[in-house]
């Protein structure tokens, strides 16, 4: 949407083609931040970003598609807000995902939607794919408010934001409306934007294949019907998340803990590849540890950094910093050595204080979490190693080690809680360590924990013009990737919240920039 948008504003004719019956892919389902070091709308210019995302993506990433990210972000956002009903704001203190790195920000470069009134989205609003996870009592919940409810009743922030939220749904149900916040505000907002610029938006409509002529790409094969492109063809159609064979192929796991949209099944890389395109990253995802409830995975975000928590694997025993960013979590899970299976351990102290997997605290966990062996209880720890099938006499000792750490605020073993990025899901109230607390008051629990993801991060290779490249190095004319149709920018790193959506959405506009050749 980016792209068309990008287009439309400079002249050219363009169309929008999506294959699922909804708009908004995976980004309707996600927070909808934006990681774009330099844009207007940042309030902290500090820390140089080009060292930094140098620093993440590493040696493979050339430097020249570093630079177009880092040069065009800032200028693909202040179109989106000059040409869409969309505002953003910053999230102050969202640092990066790695701040203490050269160049990294521990006040962060993120930033998020402004909440959306939904009647902007006129009929449109029908067509928007729903979100991961809904908020309860349909609240406009920001990035901002959810690392604070996410403390439950624990702080008194926590406890004033969930009134507040209560509180402004009320008066917007009183008043028949509605606010749209996170990725469903980025979707409808961008959509609102290419109503208003007169793109035509094409719902399930599927391509079956790219058209060419004289090597050359020159529209796409939809079924019977045949879409042609003077100027270029951009695949943004996502990665391949729920293609049970390529991820086999490429990263030996299956689909089944994926958050990514449903449509996501590679289907632009595989046409990019049919003409011989170079492929990057295959065996890479936004990955993230997640618990796999019967209704779908959770994707973890808070649960690891609250205090009262740890994780351990077979051995019974610790093998990283719980509050670790995701992607780097999920690396260190998969190894090697692998630590299947993983599971996070808690005390009832942990349940009463905090949200966990949507749930309120002190609230009853869902009986078929414990039928499906997602989830175990016991009144000790010993009990709890049996259930859970490691040693109980590792599981114990793993334990009075951790609680230790936990009294003297220093983890000894991993640095939890050492980094910004540690500390911002966790606990402020906790002292002397925020991410560090004691595992002591039974019941105890324990969650299974699998290397879930957000979507594919590997793709279509392309240049610093989003430009496909042949797998000889030579252009694929007339052909463009972005987003996780193509491989990412960021390597094998995250550089912070909204790498995804950040660089998707710059690299979209970069590619409707060299269609109109400027």
């Not at 620093?55 to 020249?64: L, Q």
């Not at 570093?66 to 040409?83: I, S």
Request: net charge neutral; charged share 20%; proline share 7%.
């Amino acid at each position: 949407m980016t792209a068309a948008l990008t287009a439309a504003r400079r002249g050219l004719t363009t169309i929008v083609v999506e294959k699922a019956p909804l708009f908004g892919g995976s980004t309707a389902r996600s927070g909808g931040g934006l990681w774009l070091p330099g844009n207007e709308v940042l309030r902290d210019h500090s820390g140089d970003a080009a060292v930094y995302l140098a620093h993440v993506a590493g040696p493979d990433v050339p430097v020249a598609r570093q630079k177009a990210f880092l040069t065009h972000g800032p200028d693909m956002l202040a179109l989106v807000r000059a040409h869409t009903p969309l505002d953003f704001t910053w999230v102050p203190g969202y640092p990066d995902y790695h701040p203490e790195a050269p160049g990294g920000l521990a006040r962060g470069r993120t930033v998020e939607p402004r909440p959306l009134d939904a009647r902007i989205a006129g009929p449109d609003l029908k067509d928007l794919a729903p979100p991961y996870l809904a908020a309860p009592n349909g609240m406009a919940v920001t990035a901002v408010d959810y690392r604070w409810l996410s403390l439950g009743l624990r702080h008194p922030r926590a406890v004033a934001t969930a009134i507040r939220l209560a509180a402004v749904t009320a008066a917007d149900r009183f008043r028949r409306r509605r606010k749209l916040t996170m990725g469903q505000a980025l979707a409808a907002g961008l959509r609102a934007g290419l109503r208003a610029a007169g793109v035509e938006v094409l719902l399930g409509t599927p391509m079956s294949d790219l058209i060419v002529d004289s090597n050359r790409v020159i529209g796409v094969r939809c079924g019977e019907e045949e879409l042609l492109a003077r100027r270029g063809v951009l695949l943004a159609s996502g990665g391949f998340d729920h293609n049970e064979r390529m991820r086999r192929q490429f990263q030996n796991i299956g689909t089944e803990w994926t958050v990514g949209a449903t449509g996501n099944t590679g289907d632009g890389i595989e046409a990019g590849r049919r003409l011989g395109a170079a492929l990057d990253l295959m065996d890479e995802a936004w990955w993230g540890p997640s618990i796999p409830l019967p209704s779908g995975p959770y994707f973890c975000l808070a649960e690891r950094n609250l205090p009262g928590s740890l994780v351990v694997d077979r051995s019974g025993s610790r093998y990283l910093n719980e509050s670790a960013p995701y992607v780097e979590a999920v690396h260190t899970m998969l190894g090697p050595p692998a630590h299947l299976p993983s599971w996070l351990v808690t005390d009832q102290s942990y349940r009463d204080r905090y949200v966990f997997a949507g749930r309120a605290p002190r609230t009853q966990l869902p009986r078929r979490w414990f039928d499906a062996g997602i989830a175990y209880r016991a009144d000790t720890l010993e009990d709890l190693a049996v259930a859970i099938g490691v040693p109980p006499e590792a599981l114990r000792s793993t334990v009075e080690r951790f609680n230790d750490f936990a009294r003297d605020g220093h983890d000894g073993d991993f640095g939890r809680g050492e980094s910004a990025y540690d500390r911002y899901y966790g606990d402020p109230r906790q002292r002397p360590n925020p991410c560090l607390g004691a595992l002591s008051k039974a019941p105890f629990y324990a969650f299974s924990l699998v290397p879930g993801d957000l979507g594919t991060k590997g793709g279509l290779r392309t240049d610093e013009r989003a430009r496909v490249l042949h797998s000889t190095g030579a252009l694929i004319p007339g052909l463009y990737a972005a987003g996780n149709t193509s491989a990412t920018v960021m390597g094998r790193g995250y550089a912070g919240a909204g790498a995804t959506l950040g660089p998707a959405m710059t690299f979209g506009y970069i590619a409707a920039l060299d269609m109109a050749g400027s």
